[in-house]
């Protein structure tokens, strides 16, 4: 099959475009830059030069050359909106396969800290967060091009974590280093839904093949909430592990970063399971603590 990968040199679409590659598929990337080019060059995946701004016209005129197209960038609110438009537009009556890249962040809940006892199947209805409802429209947009002839999937993962991540438990780290101890928000028990990237590429294969379309499938292996993971850090490095307000959040993490580490986001995946028969390998995100590459992080910069 031949694969166009938008989002080819990030952390969900390197891992994907790598994992078809070797999986024997003909896989191209988008590459905004030369550099770029050159990194999917060196891993046997064709750059396509272009982006979302200017030079999307080259992105769609990719996507028609395609059997199949992911979409698994991280731009902005009027990039991803254009460029989901344009795609379902281009890709209509063509029986082709798009598939969204996704993100359970669309209903996190601002819960300051507290658990919450709300966890959402596929389809269970729910309350988008504002800052994601550009994203919540792309899903809609995707999952509606399902009625016009288009093999059209949603992907909604919660937290991926792995090799390279840039999640919580990386973020507790470097916590560390801003404050000298590893911090959770209030009472830390608010919780993200997580799944290994691992998991997260196998479901996009399973989906390749199996998906049907206007299927939307989430994609979660386990739960950890934050105060957990900044205990577990704490004794690595041997910190404490210390509750922060929101406002002290911000000068930690910054504001949107405390927002996120502060919020709750727990999924169900039922529809994955059913009819892709998809499970997690990896289910204990904990595994992580101690990595080399997560200590470096908890060292301040001079």
Same mark, same amino acid.
């Given at each position: ?12 679409? *390197? ?20 550099? #770029? ?5 060196a ?17 769609v ?22 460029? +989901?438009?344009?795609?379902?537009l ?23 800290? *507290?658990?919450?006892?709300? +966890?959402?199947?596929?389809y ?50 470097q ?54 993971? #900044? ?14 307000? *929101? ?41 992580m ?8 992080? #908890?060292?301040?910069?001079?």
């Amino acid at each position: 099959m031949n694969i166009f990968v938008i989002g080819a040199t990030g952390f969900v679409g *390197a891992a994907l475009a790598r994992r078809l590659a070797e999986s024997g598929h003909s896989v191209t990337g988008l590459a905004r830059t030369d550099d #770029a080019a050159a990194t999917l060059d060196a891993q046997g995946i064709t750059p396509v030069a272009g982006d979302l701004d200017a030079r999307r016209p080259d992105v769609v005129e990719a996507t028609l050359r395609a059997d199949a197209v992911v979409y698994a960038a991280q731009a902005g609110p009027e990039q991803e909106t254009g460029t +989901v438009q344009d795609l379902t537009l281009a890709l209509t009556g063509t029986g082709k396969t798009l598939i969204f890249l996704s993100g359970s962040g669309v209903l996190m809940q601002r819960t300051a800290g *507290a658990w919450s006892p709300d +966890v959402f199947a596929e389809y269970d209805p729910f309350v988008p967060e504002p800052l994601a409802d550009f994203r919540k429209a792309a899903e809609d947009t995707v999952l509606a091009a399902a009625e016009d002839g288009v093999r059209a999937m949603v992907i909604r993962p919660g937290l991926i974590w792995g090799p390279g991540d840039h999640g919580h438990m990386s973020m507790i780290y470097q916590s560390v280093a801003a404050s000298g101890a590893a911090c959770y928000v209030g009472q830390g028990l608010n919780t993200y839904s997580h799944v290994h990237i691992d998991d997260v590429t196998r479901l996009f294969t399973l989906a390749l093949e199996r998906g049907r379309p206007g299927g939307l499938y989430h994609v979660v292996a386990g739960e950890t909430p934050n105060r957990w993971i #900044a205990e577990r850090v704490a004794d690595d490095l041997g910190v404490q592990a210390r509750s922060v307000t *929101a406002e002290e959040a911000q000068g930690v993490w910054g504001e949107f970063g405390a927002l996120i580490m502060a919020a709750s986001s727990r999924i169900r995946a039922s529809n994955a399971r059913q009819e892709l028969g998809w499970n997690p390998e990896h289910t204990d995100m904990l595994t992580m603590i101690g990595q080399e590459r997560l200590r470096k992080l #908890a060292t301040p910069s001079v």
